[in-house]
């Protein structure tokens, strides 16, 4: 088992680009997340689903949108990206109980 | 809205200290878990915690819950270098969202 998995492991990108961060999952968990971390801010939740067909906001959506394509799959796209953006950013899982986050190993995009 | 404050947000020790961060919620929580990332790496699950008062212990790792289930403490005996990394509080937000605390970032010099 994979786990989480997440593409690209890296991007360089330059103000106004767009991209996607796919994730994809193979543990048949129906909650899955996207975060950010920046030096000293923790995690911050930006959206998630909590089943198939659900999206909602967490505490930092702007400039960001999410597709939940299926329960394997969770796709972050920035539309139009900003320095702000710069960040490492995480999907995750929520197992059953204990209701731990599942963590792949991160994407880490630099917005020049 | 509910936060999850944690301290110090940085721990430098000599290996073979003792080391312990302490988490703090604005709410009572139904439980906190605790997660470990290594440098460049990805926050891991280390433990759950439910009950008022629970302790817990994974070989050097003592995990506590308060009585008022609004705070939490992770201490760590004897520290050794494969300790470093930043240790993350994190307890319910509401529906299926977790709120994580800031962290705090473990050195340890051999």
């Known amino acids: 088992n994979a786990g989480v998995t997440q593409t690209p492991k890296f991007q360089v990108l330059k103000t106004g680009q767009s991209m996607t961060l796919q994730c994809a999952q193979d543990m048949n968990h129906n909650s899955m997340y996207w975060y950010r971390q920046d030096p000293g801010m923790g995690l911050r939740l930006i959206y998630y689903?909590?089943?198939?067909?659900?999206?909602d906001k967490g505490e930092v959506p702007n400039g960001y949108n999410v597709s939940r394509l299926n329960k394997r799959e969770f796709s972050l796209r920035l539309e139009s990206a900003a320095p702000s953006q710069t960040s490492v950013y995480f999907c995750?899982?929520?197992?059953?109980?204990?209701?731990?986050?599942?963590f792949g190993p991160g994407t880490r995009l630099t917005v020049t | 809205g509910q936060q999850v404050m944690q301290i110090p947000q940085y721990q430098h020790v000599q290996e073979g200290e003792d080391f312990t961060t302490y988490c703090n919620s604005s709410t009572t929580l139904s439980n906190i878990q605790w997660y470990k990332q290594r440098p460049g790496g990805h926050p891991v699950f280390l433990i759950q915690?439910?009950?008022?008062?629970e302790v817990k212990k994974q070989k050097r790792l003592t995990f506590q819950f308060g009585e008022a289930k609004k705070n939490s403490s992770l201490h760590i005996t004897a520290t050794q270098t494969t300790d470093v990394g930043t240790y993350f509080c994190?307890?319910?937000?509401?529906?299926?969202?977790?709120?994580f605390g800031a962290g705090t970032r473990l050195f340890v010099k051999a």
């Open positions: 994190a307890g319910p937000g509401g529906g299926f969202k977790t709120i």
């Open positions: 995750a899982t929520l197992t059953g109980v204990p209701y731990e986050q599942y």
């Open positions: 915690l439910v009950k008022s008062g």
């Open positions: 689903s909590a089943s198939e067909g659900t999206t």
